[in-house]
Antibody, heavy 118, light 106 residues
Framework: EVQLVESGGGLVQPGGSLRLSCAASGFTFSSYDMHWVRQATGKGLEWVSAIGTAGDTYYPGSVKGRFTISRENAKNSLYLQMNSLRAGDTAVYYC????????????WGQGTMVTVSS | DIQMTQSPSSVSASVGDRVTITCRASQGISSWLAWYQQKPGKAPKLLIYAASSLQSGVPSRFSGSGSGTDFTLTISSLQPEDFATYYCQQANSFPTFGQGTRLEIK
């Protein structure tokens, strides 16, 4: 079964750091671009970061310089290192796979909750 | 950034109704548009990609159309399991999503 499973969420103080993980199974992980997308409670979806198969990375302005996406193909794993966290980063974080040739997210994890609060 | 605007923000409909949701891009995106369905507490599910291609396993009552800046998602005959929130997403550049359309039972 094709699956993505996130972990690593939790409660962190403003200014703190957290590292999210996403374990992939059921497909050739190294062959796919991967993204992180977040959703604050009751709000819409916001793209957070992307990593290509060659390790190229991309971020929106809201997290650039604070978040780092990485991947470890040997472990079928995707990561998101989040530093200098703010209250506005509070959300459910999803990892998502990009379907080949479509630029659409065809597989999503179940999400992991990140709460930034003192 | 390309802005995506969905309308309506919410709609009430009955089982069996035909429903159309629209999505407008702030600049042309060719056919680089996807539609997702999200139910409470769940991850989004891909319904349509490339504006009009049905994702495998998605019922044929869902269809998408449009190109350039204007797109539509149509559900031809609503079923009870279709009541959810729907998002469009442009895939022409770094992804951006519409604000969502909540489909409620009348």
């Amino acid at each position: 079964e094709v699956q993505l499973v996130e972990s690593g969420g939790g409660l962190v103080q403003p200014g703190g750091s957290l590292r999210l993980s996403c374990a992939a199974s059921g497909f050739t992980f190294s062959s796919y671009d991967m993204h992180w997308v977040r959703q604050a409670t009751g709000k819409g979806l916001e793209w957070v970061s992307a990593i290509g198969t060659a390790g190229d990375t991309y971020y929106p302005g809201s997290v650039k310089g604070r978040f780092t996406i990485s991947r470890e193909n040997a472990k079928n794993s995707l990561y998101l290192q989040m530093n200098s966290l703010r209250a506005g980063d509070t959300a459910v974080y999803y990892c998502a796979r990009v379907a080949a040739g479509t630029a659409a997210f065809d597989i999503w994890g179940q999400g992991t909750m990140v709460t930034v609060s003192s | 950034d390309i802005q995506m605007t969905q309308s309506p923000s919410s709609v009430s409909a009955s089982v069996g109704d035909r429903v159309t949701i629209t999505c407008r891009a702030s600049q042309g995106i060719s056919s680089w548009l996807a539609w997702y369905q999200q139910k409470p507490g769940k991850a989004p599910k891909l319904l349509i990609y490339a504006a009009s291609s049905l994702q495998s396993g998605v019922p044929s009552r869902f269809s998408g159309s449009g190109s350039g800046t204007d797109f539509t998602l149509t559900i031809s005959s609503l079923q009870p399991e279709d009541f959810a929130t729907y998002y469009c997403q442009q895939a022409n550049s770094f992804p951006t999503f519409g604000q969502g359309t909540r489909l409620e039972i009348k």
